[in-house]
């Protein structure tokens, strides 16, 4: 029977068929920070009736396929990790790759989640039943439907290759650095980086000693702070597992410090200067060549892209054998690589550190909702959700990290568990609703919602820093990042405003589809109205430190 990939672990949840076909009340897209972690909240609210669909062959998201050289976090260990699965023995305060990646291999162990996982199943098309009030997921490995589907497979997860006229004839090898070849030997060659984002910086340090030479394509200067890594000592690990609150404590600190980062970014960004100052005396301290120096300071203010933490990028960059281009590839002929500025460089391989697909998602391509439109098309003009997650014209479909749910400066753990609280609270409302049932985003709550986010979106640093950066879509909106504190977003995703929903039902089951005329109430009653007033995102809303969101 269709629909059952290679599952790890044994035959678990989704065994239930209907007319021939494998039914499951929740099907999660993703196996990454965000489709784990809505795994471990299903179970936790009692239902074992779901699957993780995984188009890869192991799990790990974003951090099994970034498997390049000096790949890590910016993010500290303590805060990029989950609060119910807490890890004292983070062997650094910055964690790498294979750590992180180990990490997750544990939390889907520890969780009991590999008898939902189904590996190497891609989703291909997701279409909307109305008829049935499900969704038809066709994936490489069968068909399936479900009741409700929640999409974990994150903005990081598809990468972006620019359009280089030449680029296909090019003679050597080229890959993204989310797609390193690890069976290419770099050494003793002439190797191209392209992009100074955040992996372009991990990259250079890392292969330059090895390559013979490295020339780095740099189209914008990125603000550098160093990173402050180090060891986290036995006698720290041994602290916080024997004394959990001294972990917590570490959590809540560095996680309130970000906290009180966020006013200056949202609303203040001129406070950003000192920081601009310590960024220019960070370059100054390794770039002793004033030409070299001046190539390297960016025109915008300090924050527009995201800051990038590194303690060895500007030592690479000084050394003989590593060579700056301050300008975009323009196109390249046969080995020879062409700059916008007239600049040419022969090598033997291009790594592109070009970023990924993150306002235009193609999955949102594979989505076919209510009214018969991709979810792409519904977002041609800018991606906009209901609090981060449901969008109009497509019932019972959540997003973990939608459109402004991105964080500048902090860790998105917190705001994957915030969205988690609000699945978990979607889930209830449509048991105590019963029968076959949806929710459909009302398409004003939506747009009220998605006004508010982008009038506070307009005084930030993001949109008036002077810069294009990957958080603003082809119409330079704002789609990507939240403009508030990780406390605000909880609780404004704690629970489910049902008036911001339109309940839609079958009579009995293959009768007639009933739509509700308001929102459904909080409880088994579905015949009473609530509210048409929906609570919007508020700049003045309260940023307390409090416990739960400190440790979450």
């Not at 280089?164 to 030997?185: K, M």
Request: proline share 6%.
């Amino acid at each position: 029977m269709g629909g059952t990939g290679r599952r790890e672990g044994g035959h678990g949840s989704g065994d239930v068929r209907e007319r021939g076909r494998e039914h499951v009340r929740v099907a999660v897209i993703g196996s990454g920070f965000g489709g784990l972690g809505a795994a471990v909240r299903l179970r936790r609210e009692g239902i074992t009736d779901f699957v993780v669909l995984e188009r890869a062959d192991s799990v790990g998201g974003t951090w099994r396929d970034n498997s390049y050289p000096g790949c890590a976090c910016d993010v500290p260990s303590h805060l990029y990790s989950f609060s119910f699965a807490p890890n004292p023995d983070w062997p650094r305060t910055f964690s790498g790759q294979p750590h992180i990646r180990a990490y997750l291999e544990h939390v889907a162990d520890t969780f009991g989640l590999r008898p939902h996982i189904r590996l190497d199943s891609e989703l291909l098309t997701a279409r909307w039943d109305a008829a049935e009030l499900r969704w038809e997921l066709e994936t490489s490995a069968g068909t399936l439907t479900a009741d409700v589907v929640v999409s974990a497979t994150g903005p990081l997860s598809d990468p972006k290759l620019p359009e280089i006229p030449g680029l296909a004839e090019f003679p050597g090898t080229v890959f993204h650095s989310a797609r390193w070849d690890h069976g290419y030997d770099l050494r003793g060659k002439r190797v191209a980086v392209v992009g100074t984002g955040a992996s372009a910086i991990q990259i250079v340090p890392a292969i330059a000693p090895q390559v013979e030479r490295l020339t780095l394509f740099q189209r914008t200067a990125p603000w550098v702070m160093p990173r402050t890594d180090r060891a986290i000592s036995t006698v720290e690990r041994w602290l916080h597992r024997q004394l959990p609150f001294t972990r917590a404590a570490r959590r809540g600190l560095l996680w309130g410090i970000r906290e009180l980062q966020v006013s200056a970014f949202t609303k203040r960004p001129n406070q950003l200067g000192l920081i601009e100052s310590l960024a220019k005396a960070n370059m100054a301290r390794s770039i002793k060549d004033p030409a070299l120096r001046a190539k390297l300071t960016p025109s915008y203010r300090i924050g527009c892209k995201r800051i990038l933490l590194s303690s060895d990028y500007y030592p690479a960059l000084a050394r003989p054998d590593v060579d700056l281009v301050a300008s975009g590839l323009k196109e390249i002929r046969g080995n020879v690589l062409v700059a916008a500025d007239g600049t040419e460089t022969e090598a033997d391989a291009i790594v592109f550190g070009t970023g990924f697909h993150v306002t235009d998602m193609p999955i949102a391509d594979r989505v076919v909702g209510a009214e018969g439109r991709t979810l792409a098309d519904h977002w041609k003009d800018g991606m906009q959700a209901l609090r981060g997650a449901t969008a109009a014209g497509f019932p019972n479909w959540m997003t973990i990290i939608g459109p402004n749910t991105g964080l500048g400066n902090s860790s998105m753990i917190l705001m994957i568990e915030s969205q988690l609280n609000y699945m978990a609270d979607y889930l209830r409302q449509l048991d105590v609703l019963g029968g076959r049932v949806a929710l459909a985003a009302r398409p004003s709550a939506v747009h009220r919602w998605n006004r508010q986010v982008q009038a506070r979106m307009e005084r930030t640093v993001w949109n008036t820093g002077g810069c294009t950066s990957w958080y603003l879509d082809a119409q330079g909106r704002n789609t990507t990042v939240w403009p508030g504190t990780t406390g605000e977003f909880r609780r404004l995703t704690r629970t489910v405003d049902m008036s911001e929903y339109e309940v839609v039902r079958l009579r009995e089951p293959g009768g007639e589809r009933v739509p509700a005329r308001a929102g459904a109430p909080r409880t088994a009653d579905s015949s009473a109205s609530a509210s048409a007033s929906a609570p919007a995102p508020s700049a003045s809303a309260s940023a307390s430190a409090s416990a739960e969101e400190g440790s979450a």
